[in-house]
């Protein structure tokens, strides 16, 4: 199975910083990579698939690059909102597996 | 809007079993594969189970492979999990997700919806 590992697992920023989050494939899967935003007690968000492409309705603010085995996301200009835990997530063939999360804290 | 609701989760004892429901709404049910994602205490995320459009391709993870069964009802636009012998490690909130993407040999496919999920607590 491919193995996903992001960093850092805990991030603390302030409102307005930028910030970054890596998540690094065991193997290539070229651009097949989905972020998710998870909140307590909500659904799962999809923010971006295809390591890019910004989901319809998801602020401007997230950005998703890379491909292979690289990859970030980036939120340009954190705001209160965007507290919560990222996941990273392959879907270069079955089975699908996560990054075990950034939990971001708003400062 | 999409709406996924999950529903049957409780406490059950080890070698138990328990039958999952997601009620789907807001879209053409049958025209998207669906999955089953697992979330235990304190820990990551977990791909359980996909299961296509038509209901004829199913997939497991290995850690659920022979016990857990993926099917869906069409006609009713609901999305099933049946739990056989279940283990301590199979606690977990269980989340059901509107699959997207295509398949060419391998399959492509992200996570566009998620409901809220339905906990699976497995103690004696």
């Known amino acids: 199975d491919i193995q996903m590992t992001q960093s850092p697992s805990t991030l603390s920023a302030s409102v307005g910083d930028r910030v970054t989050i890596t998540c690094r494939a065991s193997q290539s899967i070229s651009r097949w990579l989905a972020w998710y935003q998870h909140k307590p007690g909500k659904a799962p968000k999809l923010l971006i698939y295809e390591a890019s492409s910004l989901e319809s309705g998801v602020p401007s603010r997230f950005s998703g690059s890379g491909s292979g085995t690289e990859f970030t996301l980036t939120i340009s200009s954190l705001q209160p909102d965007d507290s919560a835990t990222y996941f990273c997530?392959?879907?270069?063939?079955?089975?699908?597996?996560f990054g075990q999360g950034t939990k971001l804290e708003i400062k | 809007e999409v709406q996924l609701l999950e529903s049957g989760g409780g406490l059950v004892q080890p070698g138990g079993s328990l039958r999952l429901s997601c009620a789907a709404s807001?879209?053409?049910?049958?025209?998207?594969?669906m999955s089953w994602v697992r979330q235990a205490p304190g820990k990551g995320l977990e791909w359980v189970s996909v299961?296509?459009?038509?209901?004829?391709?199913?997939l497991y993870a290995d850690s659920v492979k022979g016990r857990f069964t993926i099917s869906r009802d069409n006609s009713e636009n609901m999305l099933f999990l049946q739990l056989n012998s279940l283990r301590a490690e199979d606690a977990a909130v269980y989340h059901c997700?509107?699959?997207?993407?295509?398949?060419?040999?391998?399959?492509?496919?992200?996570?566009?919806?998620w409901g809220q999920g339905t906990l699976v607590t497995v103690s004696s």
């Open positions: 807001g879209f053409t049910f049958s025209n998207y594969a």
């Open positions: 997530q392959h879907y270069n063939g079955y089975p699908y597996t």
């Open positions: 997700t509107k699959t997207v993407g295509y398949c060419s040999g391998t399959c492509y496919k992200y996570l566009q919806d």
């Open positions: 299961i296509s459009g038509d209901g004829y391709t199913t």
